[in-house]
């Protein structure tokens, strides 16, 4: 797998936590992927690009990256590195907690590859099933927390995980702050944040889904329209 930079402002240590990230992910895990592209700012939408790129654009989503199924150039992972450290205070900048938070992302895309790629295998077998399914999300996610698990062994990273819990919080209450002050746009934003950090939190994602629906005045994509999030226990 090659790893393309096409960051423009980001600084050199960027490139060896990216490198760090990827030696937690098992090899055979990566076969397939062609390249890794990182990204400090999403390149403007064009007529052939994916229905959800083009809306991410115009909406300025925060997005910490994406998985390309394979095409003439083979698969490829992109990751926005410009919105990763976004999560990530100054101060944990060049810690163990940012390559944590990189390798989350970097496996949860890895996660969708190996679900993708089974579903090749099982078209070899005459089923043409290409397309994610519903359970390719979770598997993902399940795909990720293995990883995070085994790093979480050695101790500077169940130290940086500690933080990382920490940081959770924080971009929680500062959502919930912006949330009362109407701004929904900066809420939607920081639980997403929040629960990038911490996917398994279930309260996070509701309140980033009912804040995202609420600045996009879609009330109809949410299923509890107009509830308040919900507060941490
Ligand atoms: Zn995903």
């Not at 090659?2 to 060896?16: D, G, I, P, T």
């Not at 090749?120 to 099933?129: E, M, N, S, V």
């Not at 995070?148 to 920490?166: E, G, K, P, T």
Request: a positive charge.
């Amino acid at each position: 797998m090659k790893v393309v930079n096409e960051c423009k402002r980001l600084h050199s240590a960027m490139l060896w936590q990216v490198k760090r990230s990827i030696s937690w992910i098992f090899p055979g895990d990566l076969e397939g992927i062609s390249f890794l592209k990182l990204i400090d700012e999403l390149e403007p939408a064009r007529e052939v690009s994916d229905h959800w790129y083009k809306k991410a654009v115009k909406n300025e989503d925060f997005i910490l990256g994406w998985y390309k199924a394979a095409d003439r150039s083979g698969a490829s992972i992109t990751l926005h590195i410009g919105d990763i450290y976004k999560c990530i205070p100054r101060v944990y900048r060049w810690t163990p907690v940012a390559t944590l938070i990189i390798t989350q992302t970097l496996a949860h895309e890895v996660g969708h590859h190996i679900s993708r790629k089974k579903g090749q295998a099982i078209g070899l077998t005459g089923r043409q099933d290409k397309k994610a399914d519903r359970e390719e999300e979770t598997r993902a996610y399940v795909y990720a927390a293995k990883v995070m698990a085994r790093m979480r062994r050695r101790l500077h990273y169940r130290l940086a995980a500690w933080a990382v819990s920490d940081l959770s919080q924080w971009h929680d209450v500062r959502a919930l702050l912006n949330w009362r002050e109407g701004k929904y746009k900066e809420a939607a934003d920081g639980w997403y944040k929040s629960w990038v950090i911490d996917p398994d939190n279930e309260r996070l994602r509701y309140n980033y889904w009912l804040a995202k629906a609420k600045c996009d005045r879609d009330l109809t994509s949410c299923k509890h329209p107009g509830d308040a999030p919900l507060d941490p226990q």
